[in-house]
């Protein structure tokens, strides 16, 4: 367990550190673009699968752990200390980044760009979908898993280039916590939380469906 913990900590390190670095980054030298931004998430989400997908099965968001345990893939207890070595990972990466840069774009902080309705609309779809890739790509008997890795990265990257600019695109409740919580900005939060866990669970609910 105490290998996974560390790949856990060490993976949404990097995913938080990347991924929101990429928007401090851009808001600082406007080289990056939203596309850029988009890719980078999709990038690092990929290369830490390849890295770490074999020691803790690569969760770096505690929703979707909470969707393995829907499916009983992991039991409440390892839940549990994944989203606490998540949720550090993540705290870490952002506290990382204010030290470097200070309070620059809310350190990335997801908020939405119209109602809170349709952000958290847009979550749950796309958790929702993120969740059933993983499932069909990493976990089905049938999946041709060493491949998991760019079929997953490519749905962040997808995801976060068509939606980003509205609801900012987290399908991961630590990538909200930690700059939200680092930059003091927790406006709207909540829809972070339960828009992407909701999302998580519905798809483990109908992948079990489907599966059996």
Not at 46 to 54: D, P, Q, S
Not at 126 to 142: D, E
Request: proline content about 2%; glycine content about 10%.
């Amino acid at each position: 367990m105490r290998k996974k913990l560390i790949a856990e900590f060490i993976g949404t390190y990097f995913l938080v550190f990347a991924g929101t670095g990429a928007i401090v980054i851009n808001e600082i030298t406007k080289s990056l673009t939203h596309i850029g931004i988009a890719l980078t998430f999709g990038l690092v989400v990929m290369a830490l699968i390849y890295t770490f997908g074999h020691i803790s099965g690569a969760h770096f968001n505690p929703a979707v752990s909470i969707g393995f345990v829907v499916n009983g893939d992991i039991s409440v207890l390892e839940c549990l200390f994944y989203i606490i070595s998540q949720l550090l990972g993540a705290l870490s990466a952002s506290a990382t980044l204010y030290a470097l840069f200070g309070n620059i774009a809310k350190l990335g902080s997801t908020l939405p760009k119209f109602s809170w309705q349709q952000s958290f609309v847009l979550e749950l779809i796309l958790t929702f979908a993120l969740m059933m890739v993983i499932f069909g790509s990493a976990v089905h008997g049938k999946a041709v898993k060493s491949f998991a890795g760019i079929a997953i990265g490519a749905t962040v990257g997808l995801e976060a280039m068509f939606a980003g600019p509205i609801c900012g695109a987290s399908m991961n409740p630590a990538r909200s916590i930690a700059p939200a919580l680092v930059s003091r900005h927790l406006d709207h939060l909540w829809i972070y939380i339960v828009a992407t866990i909701l999302g998580a669970v519905l798809a483990s609910l109908v992948y079990k469906t489907i599966h059996e």
